[in-house]
Each structure stands twice: as structure tokens, then as C-alpha cells.
């Protein structure tokens, strides 16, 4: 069987004015990074990410995800900003596409694989809530009438659909649509419910996102991830670790600079992000890399760190060798890979021990390093 190729269309083109004054909504910071940011990176993985802007927005929003997504001018309408994404889809592999509201940060890893799920049956599956308040209707501030809440729901995003199906659902749909269902229901798809989420809250008015800090500051999201790396001496006067030259009879050999420390801090962040290590990133096979300083490595890292919505707790860093002498340098390597992590020097250690004289290391054959990291959401 076949896997769906996926893709994800946030729809950030609008201008977001019942927010209040400012920033359109999806560019206003949410606990330190832009709402927009938040709500795309819910979906990390997943597939190809399509966000499409204002055409205002169009620098910033170059400037804010550094080619980490596809960005596209929307249109006049929201309708015609989802239709010029699903446009740039056609030709390529894509089978299901995913369309989210951006001032939506907070949808679920498992909100969306429900939503994908629903697709193996349906040609469209969206999330919403069964309505439970009591539903009046008013005028001038006064109740003028009841109505039934039985079999009403509210909708949420993602919505999913086949992408065939959509595309020509949107090609065929006249008018401005309340969301992509109704775009979906007027072609006669039929659109599964799968149940949706409480904290799944669209950013609509100035409440809204003192809200949205209230719930972050509840989600404590911690991740933690371990690096090992060994490096053999071969010929040369000095050796690099963790970013600092130190003055040594031999070298480490390697297809980069042999900083082993580096390598092994490095792959601690991957670890952590579960994003696999430096050779899934930078192949040892390709010449591209051959004698690559390991800072190029570790500032890639520390961008999946923000990517990914997180931040550096703390770093810690053990190199172990009989020599050279780490102690009298550990504090400058310190200060170096705090300076790659953009993190202050507090944050990050490094120290060194001996293997007592057993081993390769204790054999002065080479150097190994054992990192740990923690991760914290932001």
C-alpha cells in the first residue's frame, strides 16, 4: 500500500483586526516567539509546509522561517489565499493536504494524526466540539430567542483532505466560504468528524492570547538527549575541542575538524530533538564536510533547538583523555559553545576526566566525549 505524501497549508494572510490595534495577529509574540511560528510548528514532520501571507508580510515571514517552509502571496479572500496554495501542489506527489488557521498554536501531534487517520475512510475529516452551552439568539443587548444545540459542533483546524478532491472542490466553489468544509460539502465530499480539542483555540480577540500565556506557561514540555564521539590521534600540534585550540603534540583524525566535545554536544541536541545525528545532517560521504569546522554542526543544532520551539536548559560536556590537560582551557570552551548556542555561559559546562590509564583513552590513542543537553519549551 501506498504511503500519503502530505502537505500542510497554514493560512496566514489576514489581517486579524478584531485582535485590537498592532501587529496582525499571527505576528503578535506568544511567550516570546510570533503566534504564527507557534502554530506552524505544530506540524514539524508531518510533510511539506505551505504558509501562505500577505503580501505585506512576505519579508518577514521570509525573514522569520528562513527557508525552512514554502511561503505564497494569498489572495483577496481566504478562499482564493487556500486555492493559491493547493495550486503550487499540483504536478508533485502530494495525495492529502492539511489546511490550518494560523492563529490556531496550539493543535496537537495527536489532534492532526486523528485527522490524517479519518482520510484512510473519507475524503475529508475535520476536528470539532459538540456544542454544550445553551444557545440564545439577541438583539440590542437583550435575549430575543432560544435555539437547539442538538447535533451542532464547533469547528476547528486542521481540516484534511484528499488533495484531488479539494483542489477541485475550490476550482469549482463561487463565493467566500466560512472554512474549507463548506467548500468540501458544496462539491458533495463527504467530511468525517473526529473529535477536537479544548486547547485547540483560534486567536480571535485581545483575551485570547492572555489566555494563550496562561496555557503555555502550563505546558512544561522538557526533553533531554545524550551524544558520545571518539576521535584517534594522528599527526599534527594541536587539537581542537569544543571550539578552542589546544597547543598538543598530535592531532584527531576525522572528516571534519576531529572536535570531538563538539560532535558529541551536537549530537545531544539531535538526540533530544529526535532528528538522528550529525551523519543524517552532514554525510561523512559527501566532500562537502571534509575538514568542515564543527561550528557549522552545532549552529545548525542550536536552529533545530528554536525550530522546534525550544530552548537550551543546560548543556554539559565531558571529555575524557589522560592528555592534553582540559582544566586550564575548560572554561574558554565553555564560553565558545555558549557563544554557538547564542545561550548564556551559565548554562553550559565543560570538564574533563581520565580513564585511569585503561582503555584507548588511558592509552593516549585518542579522545572520547560524552554530552547531555536539556531542552525546555519556550
Known amino acids: 500500500m501506498r504511503v500519503a505524501e502530505t502537505a500542510v497549508i497554514i493560512v496566514a494572510a489576514g489581517r486579524g483586526t478584531r485582535a485590537g490595534a498592532g501587529l496582525p495577529k499571527q505576528w503578535r509574540d506568544l511567550a516570546g516567539r510570533p503566534a504564527l511560528l507557534r502554530s506552524a510548528a505544530a506540524f514539524d514532520g508531518v510533510g511539506r509546509t505551505i504558509v501562505v501571507l500577505h503580501p505585506e508580510d512576505m519579508a518577514r515571514g521570509i525573514e522569520t522561517f528562513a527557508g525552512r517552509v514554502t511561503l505564497v502571496a494569498g489572495g483577496a479572500t481566504r478562499a482564493q489565499s487556500v486555492r493559491n496554495a493547493l495550486e503550487t501542489l499540483t504536478g508533485g506527489e502530494v495525495s492529502e493536504v492539511l489546511i490550518h488557521d494560523g492563529a490556531r498554536p496550539f493543535a496537537s501531534r495527536a489532534l492532526i494524526e486523528r485527522v490524517r487517520g479519518a482520510l484512510a475512510d473519507s475524503p475529508a475529516a475535520a476536528p470539532a466540539l459538540a456544542v454544550t452551552d445553551a ?33 477541485a472542490a475550490h476550482r469549482a466553489y463561487r463565493g467566500e466560504p466560512a472554512d474549507d468544509v463548506e467548500v468540501a460539502l458544496a462539491a458533495g465530499l463527504d467530511v468525517a468528524i473526529v473529535e477536537g480539542e479544548e486547547e485547540n483555540i483560534k486567536l480571535t480577540w485581545p483575551a485570547d492570547f492572555a489566555r494563550a500565556e496562561r496555557m503555555l506557561k502550563k505546558r512544561m514540555d522538557v526533553r533531554s538527549g545524550n551524544g558520545f564521539d571518539v576521535h584517534a590521534f594522528t599527526k599534527g600540534d594541536h587539537v581542537m575541542l569544543c571550539g578552542v585550540r589546544v597547543p598538543h603534540e598530535r592531532g584527531l583524525a576525522g572528516h571534519s575538524d576531529a572536535d570531538v566535545g563538539m560532535h558529541a554536544l551536537t549530537d545531544a541536541i539531535y538526540g533530544a530533538l529526535a532528528e538522528g545525528d550529525i551523519g543524517r545532517h552532514f554525510p561523512p560521504t559527501d566532500p562537502e564536510w571534509k575538514g568542515a569546522a564543527s561550528h557549522i554542526f552545532l549552529s545548525h543544532a542550536a536552529d533545530r533547538i528554536a525550530a522546534h520551539g525550544y530552548r537550551l536548559a543546560n548543556a554539559d560536556v565531558t571529555l575524557i583523555c589522560e592528555r592534553p590537560k582540559i582544566g586550564p582551557h575548560a572554561i574558554d570552551m565553555a564560553k565558545e559553545l555558549a557563544r554557538i548556542l547564542g545561550t548564556e555561559t551559565n548554562r553550559v559546562s565543560v570538564k574533563a576526566t581520565t580513564s585511569e590509564r585503561l582503555g584507548f583513552t588511558g592509552r593516549e590513542e585518542g579522545i572520547a566525549a560524552i554530552a547531555t543537553v536539556t531542552l525546555v519549551n519556550r
Open 135 to 167: 444557545l440564545w439568539t439577541g438583539a440590542d443587548g437583550r435575549v430575543t430567542g432560544l435555539r437547539a444545540r442538538d447535533g451542532l459542533f464547533r469547528a476547528q483546524t486542521p481540516q484534511g483532505f484528499r488533495f484531488p478532491e479539494i483542489l
